[in-house]
């Protein structure tokens, strides 16, 4: 803690900052192996309207394997 009965903002961005790091690092759970960058060689880049494109491939996925 840097404040007597806390953290500062500056602190708690700091903390979240190296947390996710370390996520980022470690993969997203210690049951997860690290997904090496060529498993995703042959996936499509989504590079705008993150949110809409990727609801659009999960449901061509859902209904691909219906």
Excluded at 6 to 17: A, D, Q, T, W
Excluded at 55 to 66: A, K, M, P
């Amino acid at each position: 803690m840097d404040l007597e009965f806390g953290y500062s903002p500056e602190r708690m961005l700091s903390i979240l900052r190296d947390r996710c790091q370390y996520l980022i690092e470690r993969g997203s759970t210690l049951n997860n192996p690290h997904i090496p960058a060529s498993y995703f060689k042959n996936w499509e880049r989504i590079t705008t309207n993150h949110a809409q494109r990727l609801r659009e491939l999960v449901i061509e996925n859902i209904q691909d394997n219906t």
